[in-house]
C-alpha cells in the first residue's frame, strides 16, 4: 500500500511540474521577444523628401531624420520613432513671475530672441529704463551695457539710428532690416568717423532699397538722415567699392545686384505726396513707361524726368500743381523741371493718349 501511495504521489509531482513549465512557456518566449532584435521593415525612400538633414541617420535603426513638430530631430522610422536630437530655441523666452509681482499688472517677463546681427549681446540680457525708473534700475541698466563689447554696443546704436530715420521715411520693414545686413559688412570691414561715418549709415539704406527695387536718391536720403548732399553721395561711393571689395570672389548669383533706376519708380511716391488722382497717376506711369522704352529723354536723370512728367500732366489736365510744389516733393530745381517740360511739350503727340485730349479739352497747343 504504501509503495502504491508513494507512486501516486510521485506521479501527481510530475504532472504539476509539467503544468508548472506549460505555463512559464509563454512567459519565456515572451521575454525572447523582448530580447530580440526586430529587423527594420521600413522603406525609408518614402520620407526621403521629410529629411530635413539626410546625412545624419538615426543610430538605433540607421534610417532618416526628420523634423518633428516642436522643432526636435525625430526617427523618420513609425516602429523606433526615437527623438536623436534636442534644437536650441532661439525665439524670446518668456517667464512668469506670479501675482506677487504688484508693480507691473501683468507679470510675465520676455526675454531678448538671439540677434545674429549681434551675436555675442544676444547671450545676455538689456534693460531699458524709462524716465521714472529709479536709481537702482538705471544703475543695473548702465551695469548690463557696460557688459556688451564696444563693436556691437557702437553697431546697436547705429542698428537703433537706421531703425528710427527709416520709419519715420516711409521706408518697409524688410528694407530696413537688409540695410542693417549691409552696413554690419561694410562697418566690420572698414571704421568709419562723423560725416563719413553717417554717410555710411545713409549708403546702407540707399543699397537695400535698390536691392529691393524702391530706389531712393542720395538728395533724398541725405533729407531724411540729415546730412548734406556731398556727404551722402561719397558715402555711397565709399560703401559701393568696399561691396565690390568684398564681393569679388563671389559667384555672379551671389553678388549685391542694384535695380536700375527709371522714371516709372518715382512717379507714384510723388504723386501721392501731391495728392492726384489714380487716373492723372497711371496716366505719368503711362508715359514714364513710354519714354523709358524709347528712350526719349536720356540726357536727364530718372527722378528729374519724373518730375518734369508731373508737372506736365498738370499743366496738360488743368491740375493746379506748380513748379515750387514739384520741387519740393521730388528736391528737382525748378529750371531742370521747366527743361524736360519743355521736352515733352515737343512729344506731346507721341506720349497722350488722344482719348486724354479730348477729356480735358487740351487739343490746343499748351503755353511754353
Request: a positive charge; proline letters at 4%; aromatic letters at 6%.
Amino acid at each position: 500500500m504504501q509503495k502504491r501511495l508513494t507512486q501516486k504521489s510521485n506521479i501527481a509531482r510530475n504532472s504539476t511540474k509539467k503544468v508548472k513549465k506549460e505555463r512559464d512557456e509563454p512567459r519565456s518566449a515572451m521575454w525572447e521577444l523582448f530580447d530580440k532584435e526586430v529587423e527594420c521593415v521600413y522603406d525609408q525612400r518614402e520620407d526621403e523628401d521629410l529629411c530635413k538633414t539626410p546625412d545624419d541617420c538615426c543610430k538605433t535603426c540607421g534610417s532618416p531624420l526628420m523634423m518633428g513638430e516642436e522643432s526636435f530631430y525625430v526617427c523618420s522610422n513609425p516602429i523606433c520613432g526615437k527623438i536623436c536630437r534636442e534644437l536650441l530655441d532661439e525665439s524670446p523666452e518668456w517667464r512668469y513671475y506670479g501675482a506677487s509681482d504688484s508693480k507691473a499688472s501683468d507679470p510675465t517677463r520676455c526675454g531678448m530672441p538671439a540677434n545674429p546681427l549681434l551675436e555675442e549681446s544676444s547671450v545676455g540680457c538689456r534693460i531699458y529704463c524709462a524716465g521714472g525708473s529709479s536709481y537702482e534700475m538705471r544703475k543695473i541698466g548702465r551695469f548690463t551695457e557696460w557688459q556688451t563689447s564696444y563693436k556691437e554696443k557702437s553697431q546697436s546704436h547705429e542698428f537703433e539710428h537706421i531703425k528710427v530715420m527709416a520709419s519715420i521715411a516711409g521706408i518697409p520693414k524688410i528694407i530696413i532690416d537688409a540695410a542693417c545686413v549691409i552696413h554690419k559688412k561694410i562697418s566690420e570691414e572698414k571704421t568709419f568717423r562723423g560725416l563719413n561715418r553717417d554717410g555710411i549709415i545713409a549708403a546702407s539704406i540707399y543699397i537695400a532699397c535698390r536691392r529691393n527695387n524702391f530706389p531712393r536718391t542720395s538728395k533724398e536720403l541725405a533729407a531724411i538722415f540729415h546730412l548734406d548732399t556731398t556727404s551722402a553721395t561719397n558715402g555711397c561711393k565709399n560703401a559701393m567699392s568696399i561691396l565690390n571689395s568684398l564681393e569679388k570672389d563671389m559667384c555672379a548669383d551671389d553678388k549685391t545686384h542694384l535695380c536700375k533706376m527709371t522714371p516709372h519708380d518715382f512717379i507714384e511716391r510723388y504723386c501721392s505726396k501731391l495728392n492726384m488722382n489714380k487716373e492723372l497717376t497711371k496716366l505719368c506711369q503711362f508715359i514714364a513707361i513710354k519714354i523709358e522704352k524709347q528712350n526719349m529723354i536720356p540726357e536727364n536723370t530718372p527722378h528729374s524726368v519724373a518730375a518734369g512728367i508731373i508737372y506736365f500732366i498738370g499743366e496738360l489736365c488743368n491740375v493746379s500743381i506748380s513748379k515750387k510744389d514739384v520741387n519740393k516733393v521730388s528736391e528737382i530745381s525748378e529750371v531742370t523741371i521747366n527743361k524736360c517740360y519743355k521736352k515733352l511739350l515737343t512729344l506731346k503727340d507721341n506720349l497722350v493718349p488722344k482719348q486724354i485730349l479730348q477729356k480735358y479739352h487740351t487739343t490746343a497747343s499748351l503755353a511754353v
